[in-house]
Nanobody, 123 residues
Framework: QVQLVESGGGLVQAGGSLRLACAASGGTFRRYAMGWFRQAPGKEREFVAAIGWRDDNSIYSDSVKGRFTISRDNAKSTVSLQMNSLKPEDTAVYYC????????????????WGQGIQVTVSS
């Protein structure tokens, strides 16, 4: 059983930055690819970014590409999401999740999820 705990959310003005972190415990972290998703009120959960287990392959949704950076530290069992040039439309609850097989774009293929953390971007 893997436990994931997000931190680093909060309120920021448009154009600002936040760094989310996700700490994993209870499993072999380096075996999993990791992803970040977000869900805004009234909307479905959407893919944001994912990173392979060796930290050499990352992908992003078109809406965040060039502004967000995902990274991981296997020694510390953490995955981070650096968010720059934030926009009001980035406001959502952000979730980290781990996946052992399947498509990193599909929320249903992920095995474990964090509880989520709120990010609010004011205009």
């Amino acid at each position: 059983q893997v436990q994931l705990v997000e931190s680093g959310g909060g309120l920021v003005q448009a154009g600002g930055s936040l760094r989310l972190a996700c700490a994993a415990s209870g499993g072999t972290f380096r075996r999993y690819a990791m992803g970040w998703f977000r869900q805004a009120p009234g909307k479905e959960r959407e893919f944001v970014a994912a990173i392979g287990w060796r930290d050499d392959n990352s992908i992003y949704s078109d809406s965040v590409k060039g502004r967000f950076t995902i990274s991981r530290d296997n020694a510390k069992s953490t995955v981070s999401l650096q968010m720059n040039s934030l926009k009001p439309e980035d406001t959502a609850v952000y979730y980290c999740a781990s996946i052992s097989s399947g498509s990193v774009y599909r929320a249903d293929d992920y095995d474990y999820w964090g509880q989520g953390i709120q990010v609010t971007v004011s205009s």
